[in-house]
């Protein structure tokens, strides 16, 4: 019973836990400005390793590189913008979680966008079309009785050629 409730209460706090402690003590700055400064900055920066990750919350090689390049340039007197020119162009601006509104980047924003439109675009489209083929046409005449008896005739599954079957004749009988 006990064994049942401790593997999930520890799957869930392995899971919980998993990179919140990647940033080393080592690399931690003494002055508590400097490291805010350091952990507020590096929280908007990618792990080129990891892609999906600020070097805050990667443990990858690269990232603790990029996190122990930042205190240096901060504690070298960089400003914030600085840093992040600095890295701009050293690796592009794929550096950056967000990318900055520019020529080159407007597919990365507005591209999403663009998708949905057109996706309700096609839909609008194709519910229309589809309407107007399934609608009665204007001036169309209903069915007179004898062209539903017809109709009847030929969609009743037990008929053949479209005449019905006799269940007398099947049977041998008059």
Known sequence: MIARLTAPLLLL???????????????????????????????????LVCQNQSIDDSNADLARDLRILLRERLTAGDSDKQILDFLVARYGDFVLLKPPMKASTYALWFGPLAVFIGAVIGLVVFFRRRTALTAVQPGAA?????????????????????EPVNADKDRGGA
Do not use: N
């Not at 998993?18 to 792990?47: N, T, Y």
């Not at 209903?142 to 479209?162: F, K, M, V, Y």
């Open 142 to 162: 209903p069915l007179d009785s004898g062209e539903r008896a017809r109709l009847a005739a030929l969609l009743d599954p037990e008929a053949i050629d479209g």
């Open 13 to 47: 706090a392995l899971i919980w836990t998993g990179d919140s402690h990647a940033v080393q003590p080592d690399e931690r700055l003494a002055d508590p400005v400097l490291e805010a400064r350091a952990r507020d900055l590096s929280k908007g920066i990618r792990c």
